[in-house]
């Protein structure tokens, strides 16, 4: 069986093929970093806009390079939430287009299941249940993952999510964007110690986050001290350990309270070599499992798309009609 996967939730081009014998047999990616970096965030109309230029010419590309056709695509899986409106409708109109046209089926898959279960991809020993830990750009989300497609949220962030936050911070630096990976570039010239920061809701009893106080306090102190660049680096420093330890503690808090010994991480920021190694120090002194996505999976993608529409459509858990669906406010626990 193989699945043609979509991905159009945000500013990202994604196509993909996806074989149940073979795994992953392609995946393409067009990124829109050069146009929304002069405005120091993603523009929604020109990522619409850009979408319609781009989707269906990449499906077109991948299918004629790959030598593959349409006979031996057996649905397509295409990402209908959450994101923004205008881009997940434009991949939802031209894979329910191709499939009514193919005569096979045409899968709605969320794109934050696509995070959470794209470790799977590579590493069959994830298993059900495990914690989740969802980090992207719109994106703080704690997750218990009792079985597929069953998912209860028991921690969320109540203001910014931790992307978003980086994007800010390195934005007010002029780093540029996409922030996350620039920020922990120019983290690395900074030393710990040299500034005391707060640990907003860290021993609250409650999983949630925030971040908004946070990124008021850096960005006051990135102002104050404009003027001495290696005050900078030290302050982004202990900033990206300071976010880093909140979401090592509330994981390993939710794995104590539920005794699951897998924690998953996915979304961009879970390609952090970092983050990756705050959270081993921890984990593997409690004999906890941490599993996390390649680099090339950690950011939006259209493997995981197809990935987990493959697991759908061997199920049969998809609906036979090809109508358009699109959930911009999807929740994964929907």
């Known amino acids: 069986m193989r699945i043609l996967g979509v991905e159009t939730s945000f500013d990202d081009t994604g196509v993909a093929i996806y074989d149940s014998k073979c795994g992953l047999l392609v995946n393409e990616l067009r990124h829109q970093n050069k146009i929304h ?14 979408y319609i230029y781009q989707v269906a010419p990449l499906i077109k590309y991948v299918m ?5 056709n349409f006979d031996s695509i057996d649905g397509i899986a295409y990402t209908a939430g959450p994101g923004l409106s205008g881009s997940l409708l434009v991949g939802a109109s031209v894979s329910c287009a191709l499939a009514y046209s193919c005569h096979i089926p045409a899968i709605p898959i969320n794109h934050m299941e696509g995070h959470l279960l794209s470790p ?11 914690i989740g830990l969802l980090v992207s750009g719109k994106h703080t989300q704690l997750i218990n993952a009792h079985k597929l497609g069953h998912y209860e949220i028991i921690g969320n962030t109540l203001d910014d999510a931790v992307g978003e936050v980086f994007d800010k911070i390195a934005q007010e630096l002029c780093l540029g964007y996409p922030g996350g990976a620039l920020l922990s570039k120019f983290a690395k010239k900074g030393e710990l110690g040299k500034f005391i920061f707060p640990y907003p809701m860290k021993n609250n009893l409650e999983l949630n986050f925030s971040f908004s106080g946070l990124k008021t306090f850096t960005l006051n102190l990135i102002r104050k001290h404009k003027n001495n660049i290696q005050d900078l680096h030290n302050i982004v420093c202990q900033f990206e350990h300071t976010v880093f330890d909140i979401l090592r503690y509330k994981a390993y808090q939710a794995l104590k309270n539920t005794g699951y010994k897998q924690l998953v991480i996915a979304g961009g920021v879970s390609s952090n070599v970092y983050f990756i190694n705050l959270l081993k120090s921890t984990l593997n002194t409690n004999n906890i499992q941490l599993y996390y996505p390649s680099i090339n999976f950690c950011t939006d993608n259209a493997a995981m798309i197809a990935y987990v529409g493959l697991i759908y459509f061997q199920l049969g858990l998809f609906n036979k009609n090809t109508n358009i669906v699109i959930h911009p406010r999807w929740s994964i626990v929907s």
């Open 37 to 50: 970096s002069q405005y120091g965030g993603v523009v929604p109309e020109l990522a619409y806009r850009e």
């Open 64 to 68: 004629k390079k790959y030598n593959f």
């Open 120 to 130: 799977m991809m590579e590493n069959n020993s994830v298993k059900f249940p495990f």
